[in-house]
């Protein structure tokens, strides 16, 4: 599955996109979280205050129960301030 | 209308879009935003706004359809600018084109409302300390949140010839 | 700032204005009103504005300097037209510039409720059957009285800093 | 005092602008209302529903009870249709 970073999580995880190949227990979007901590370093940064962190799977807001599956395009990206 | 581009707009040109050729538009009613030079006790000397260009598109075509879903609009434009920005350049305008006053009101703070808190932009501010994402505003959230008391239970198959209920403002 | 001339107006260039060299301004809310080419259920042709000349721009001040009692605006704008205008001309711009939008949104729609059943003017519309003068609307009574509710019982001296008590919306 | 007519007070009445010397006894807006309509012909009919005439003293906006006296600039209109 193909992850995009966004705003200040693209800078604590050091990284703006990349391809991930999860085991196969992760089937939804909290257990990709959990799974992208377990990498430790700047994704462990960037997903410590997991209430400040929201995610889009294949361009749509969802909560962290969605299911995620290899092809999805999920995007983390802190609350948005546009306007 | 939706656009998303690093330039800026014609506020004058792009209003009138909305209402051309259109003799049934009695009022056209828009918000423009603009960077300030100030946030909170910080001095900004610019920002840089972040987008999710593959989300951002449909984002505003769906902040775009429930406007018309709920008010009886005739046209309703979304520009919204990334990239580097310095005080007093504009960010966004948001307008609604209506034969009825309220209705061009409700929709035209309703898109700007949902924008605030549906649209995938992020905000980076230059300021004396450095670089600081702007933290999302719960004012915000409550802003977008009164607009779903409002939300019809059963879209109508046709504009809706009422305004919506509950909220301010005589009809027209 | 208030004008009242038979000319129209270029609505960018206007908005321009309120925030121009002005970088606190962080939203500028705008309402232009047109010709519309239906009236109930009949087809216009044009419409002749009369007014009153003497009272029109002290009863426009009032309308601006009360909004800038209620809210904390940087800058308002009324432009009237008068004389003869045909379907899609401009009519009227209303606008007001804040560091808020909630201000900027609620001091424009009150800008143009109030306008409505203020300034001394009134509309001569030719329809098939003839001119006709086009009665005041009670709706437009009612969405000026809605600000009567909002009143402030007594004025700040310094313009106020939290929003009026009772209308919608949530602060910035 | 002077007296001007707008919208369709000005057609029923014939007149825009006119300078009138009313009895003494004519001190509030009611009073010269009444006045206006003992004068008979298009002023009756201007006059004649009272709950569409609306009236300034001196370019304010005002009740049929406040005062009128020589000098003031008062003006008759229907509801106002601006915007």
Redesign the interface.
């Known amino acids: 599955m193909k992850i ?1 970073y ?3 999580l693209r800078e604590k995880a050091g990284i703006a996109e990349e391809d991930v190949s999860p085991p196969e227990t992760v089937t939804t979007v909290a257990e990709l979280v959990e799974w992208m901590k377990s990498r430790g370093g700047g994704f462990a940064e960037a997903f410590a205050d997991e209430g400040m962190v929201r995610v ?1 799977v294949n ?1 749509e ?1 969802v909560r962290t129960d969605h299911p995620v599956a290899a092809g999805d ?1 999920i ?1 983390f ?7 | 209308m939706i656009r998303v581009q690093a330039e800026d707009f014609d506020v004058g040109r792009e209003l009138e879009k909305l209402s051309d050729g259109n003799h049934g538009v009695g009022g056209v009613c828009s918000f423009v935003g603009l960077v300030r030079d100030i946030a909170g006790d910080k001095t900004i000397k610019a920002m840089t706004l972040e987008h999710y260009p593959e989300m951002t598109e449909p984002a505003l075509a769906k902040i775009e359809a429930e406007a018309h879903d709920r008010w009886p609009l005739e046209e309703t434009l979304i520009i919204h600018r990334y990239g580097r920005l310095e005080p007093g350049d504009r960010i966004v305008l948001v307008a609604a084109a209506s034969a009825h006053r309220e209705a061009a009101f409700e929709a035209c703070h309703f898109l700007i409302d949902w924008l605030k808190t549906q649209a995938p932009f992020w905000k980076l501010e230059e300021t004396p300390d450095g670089g600081q994402w702007v933290d999302a505003r719960s004012s915000d959230g409550r802003a977008a949140e009164r607009w779903l008391a409002d939300k019809p239970q059963d879209k109508p198959q046709d504009k809706p010839q009422d305004k919506p209920k509950g909220k301010p403002g005589a009809a027209e």
């Open positions: 995009l966004f705003a200040w889009a361009q807001h395009e995007a990206f802190p609350p948005i301030t546009g306007g």
